[in-house]
């Protein structure tokens, strides 16, 4: 039933007929392909299996309706929060330097104006007391890790803009000096290195009009972790979207550990120290993983509330792992920014701990207990927004 409704393997089985099994080097991945791609269909069957009958009705609702509301309990005290004070002029992401400080780059803080022949400082800020500090380092921070490890962004002339990859980059440790760098065209910076990387995918074409487009990547994990190997198999004439994702684990040592999870994204893809893993968001039906060194995989599938505003398309949503469980942030629900928060899968309940829509580039803590994240209340289509915004800080382990 799974072949006959999805395209691509019908077309795995209709190409294997006509010309795979005449190559040679082809049969094995095509086997490994096909049982990889069926294995992944039927998860996402299941997960779109439950009855979603008592919430049909609900679909449109402006307000949470009861029948929604079965699935969640809101908690909105249940944690602390910080408001960040609003006399900064952000210039970059804000990270987590340590579990009480986060960094950014500013033309303005307590204490300092500047001004646009200003290149951005980048400071550190305590969330629990307050205190302001100048690292010294110019520019547009652009990357910070659990290390410690940074990489910044320096306009040599702050009067005038910058290309899109233009100015000085830097790297190393915070409280050292850094060292300039080669800007690479075509590589990304993964966020728990702090170094550029290769974001192409290299293709192999076969010479035929039938066989399908082989392409490879390498993921860089931490040194002392290895790296992930990837092979896509994208037949001709289908969608991008359409491709099987085969992933290998290489450690250091060389020990390789097959793993049934797809491609990971280069911007969603992040490093949990608390939890010595990794944790990947995925988007539309399918489940957010967690990757362990050893090879070991989680899957984190939506609860079912969250899942049927994906699946009726009122919705997307984003997965965040902390130390006390996965927060799931859904937006861009249509007429309905009631629903709209943070809400916290934790020991099998669903709590909606925070309203309002959060903005992206949220991060965790170090220790996984701290969720930094701008929040904007109140309905954002409103002609008159009074409504409090901001980015805010929420202790989950206090």
């Given at each position: 039933m799974a072949i006959k409704r999805n395209?691509?393997?019908?077309?795995?089985?209709?190409?294997?007929?006509?010309?795979?099994?005449?190559c040679s080097h082809l049969r094995i991945f095509f086997l490994i392909s096909l049982l990889f791609y069926t294995s992944n269909l039927l998860s996402q069957e299941r997960l779109w299996s439950e009855d979603?009958?008592?919430?049909?009705?609900?679909?449109?609702?402006?307000?949470?309706?009861?029948?929604?509301?079965?699935?969640?309990?809101?908690?909105?005290?249940?944690?602390?929060?910080?408001?960040?004070?609003?006399?900064?002029?952000?210039?970059?992401?804000?990270?987590?330097?340590?579990?009480?400080?986060?960094?950014?780059?500013?033309?303005?803080?307590?204490?300092?104006e500047g001004s646009d022949k200003d290149a951005p400082r980048i400071i550190s800020l305590n969330i629990d007391t307050g205190e302001v500090k100048d690292s010294?380092?110019?520019?547009?921070?652009?990357?910070?890790?659990?290390?410690?490890?940074?990489?910044?962004?320096?306009?040599?002339?702050?009067?005038?803009?910058?290309?899109?990859?233009?100015?000085?980059?830097?790297?190393?440790?915070?409280?050292?000096?850094?060292?300039?760098?080669?800007?690479?065209?075509?590589?990304?910076?993964?966020n728990y290195l702090c170094q550029f990387y290769p974001k192409a995918n290299s293709y192999k074409i076969i010479n035929s009009n039938t066989a399908p487009l082989e392409m490879s990547r390498i993921v860089p994990l931490l040194p002392e972790h290895g790296n992930l190997y990837e092979v896509g198999l994208t037949l001709q004439g289908t969608p991008k979207k359409d491709t099987v994702t085969l992933s290998k684990l290489v450690m250091p040592d060389n020990t390789k550990v097959d793993l049934l999870i797809g491609g990971v994204s280069k911007e969603y893809f992040n490093y949990q120290a608390w939890d010595e893993s990794y944790f990947d968001t995925r988007v539309a039906y399918q489940s957010?993983?967690?990757?362990?060194?050893?090879?070991?995989?989680?899957?984190?599938?939506?609860?079912?509330?969250?899942?049927?505003w994906q699946r009726e398309e009122v919705a997307t949503y984003a997965a965040y792992s902390t130390r006390l469980g996965i927060l799931w942030a859904p937006n861009n629900i249509q007429n309905a920014w009631q629903k709209y928060g943070i809400y916290l899968e934790t020991e099998n309940k669903l709590l909606k701990i925070e309203e309002g829509r959060v903005g992206p580039n949220s991060v965790i803590s170090p220790n996984g207990c701290r969720f930094l994240a701008y929040i904007r209340r109140g309905d954002q289509r409103a002609k008159i927004f009074v409504a409090r915004s901001g980015y805010m800080v929420i202790d989950l382990c206090e």
């Open positions: 395209p691509i393997l019908k077309n795995i089985i209709r190409y294997s007929w006509l010309d795979f099994f005449n979603y009958s008592d919430l049909i009705s609900s679909k449109g609702a402006a307000n949470p309706t009861e029948e929604e509301r079965k699935y969640f309990t809101e908690e909105l005290d249940r944690f602390k929060k910080h408001w960040l004070r609003k006399d900064f002029n952000f210039q970059s992401d804000l990270l987590w330097l340590n579990d009480k400080e986060i960094a950014f780059s500013t033309l303005s803080y307590p204490g300092w010294g380092y110019r520019g547009e921070l652009v990357c910070l890790n659990h290390k410690r490890d940074l990489m910044v962004r320096f306009n040599p002339s702050p009067e005038k803009s910058l290309a899109f990859e233009g100015g000085e980059w830097l790297v190393g440790q915070w409280g050292e000096k850094l060292r300039q760098v080669e800007r690479k065209t075509e590589h990304y910076i993964p957010s993983i967690t990757l362990y060194p050893s090879g070991k995989v989680t899957y984190h599938k939506p609860p079912k509330l969250i899942s049927f």
